[in-house]
């Protein structure tokens, strides 16, 4: 344990170098290669790399950031390893909301829905799934199946009923940074304010970590700090799937595989999977735009997340 501590500040700072290397990557690699002279020479490649690419891997950045923040937090706060805001309906939510103001409002105000529809999916889960102050993993589980049923059934009526909208839906659905621009960034941007604020309670979700009990009698306001970190999670997943659309499992394997990395204390826990979840959906989408002709990149973060989970998922029963 104190031989991680000494060596998480060197973690962190590896993980922001490799953020930036892996930005600057993601801005270079595409479909139409740009050379470094030909920003000089040609406005189409200057218009390609500052109007497209940069906003669009800056957003992925975010939204990566945000949902390994938010997977981080509700994994500490149920004490679960399979909590995720994709997993217990935080996601579906948030994708109800925005879907909702695509439908309704030809997608005005669809940062605000989608995080009602997170926020109120997230707490509907909590209270379901709880049991004496406790979250089993099974109940958590078929708690966020069953909300994600109902969802689902949700927005299938609300595609059924969209018209023009339905492709629009559907794309957006899959996860993916097609159409991004500055002002999506600019949407984005609060998710670093709800990280910031999730980030303030780790020494919180430290002693949680004991039990609820020690922590009440160490000055922990349990059911507050439960309350105020499932807002700022939710506030975090409901931006990140306006922004975004509906993406997978980011905040699934980051925290686990940064826990084994540089421990599980939160002051350097939070920091840690926030820079991995951006570098590995910065990769993803540099990825799906340059060999698989912009495939929606919900599509691949699911792929290799799901056997991910099911390993866990066997992991756990094992044990």
């Not at 595609?159 to 960034?185: C, E, K, P």
């Not at 609060?190 to 020494?203: H, K, N, Q």
């Not at 922004?243 to 699934?252: T, Y």
């Not at 540089?262 to 926030?274: E, Q, S, T």
């Amino acid at each position: 344990m104190t031989y991680m501590r000494r060596t998480a500040p060197i973690i962190i700072l590896t993980l922001i170098c490799a953020l930036l290397i892996s930005m600057a990557a993601a801005v270079a690699l595409g479909p139409s290669g740009i050379s470094f002279g030909s920003l000089f020479t040609s406005d189409n490649a200057w218009m390609i790399l500052w109007e497209i690419r940069v906003p669009r891997v800056i957003a992925a950045a975010l939204v990566g950031c945000g949902l390994a923040v938010a997977g981080t937090a509700m994994q500490a706060l149920f004490r679960n390893p399979m909590a995720d805001p994709y997993i217990i309906g935080t996601s579906s939510g948030g994708a109800l909301g925005a879907t909702l103001a695509i439908v309704l409002f030809a997608g005005t105000g669809r940062p605000v829905l989608a995080f009602a529809g997170a926020i109120g999916a997230t707490f509907a889960v909590y209270f379901i799934a709880r049991r004496g102050g406790k979250i089993p993993v099974e109940t958590l589980l078929l708690s966020g199946v069953a909300l994600a049923t109902l969802l689902s059934a949700l927005l299938s009526f609300l595609m059924y009923t969209a018209g023009r909208s339905l492709h629009q839906i559907m794309f957006w659905l899959m996860g993916g940074f097609w159409n991004i621009a500055w002002n999506d960034v600019g949407v984005a941007l609060p998710i670093l304010i709800g990280g910031a604020g999730i980030y303030l309670f780790a020494r919180d979700l430290n002693i949680l970590a004991l039990n609820e009990e020690d922590a009440t009698h160490l000055g922990v306001n349990v059911e507050r700090t439960k309350l105020i970190l499932l807002a700022l999670s939710a506030f975090v997943t409901g931006i990140a799937v306006a922004v975004a659309g509906s993406i997978g499992f980011i905040g699934l394997i980051t925290p686990h595989v940064m826990r084994l990395i540089v421990g599980p204390d939160h002051r350097f826990l939070f920091p840690a999977a926030a820079l991995a979840g951006a570098i590995l959906l910065v990769w993803a989408d540099a990825l799906t735009r340059t060999f698989t002709s912009d495939m929606p990149v919900g599509i691949l973060t699911a792929c290799f997340g799901a056997p991910f989970f099911i390993y866990l998922l066997r992991s756990r029963t094992k044990s």
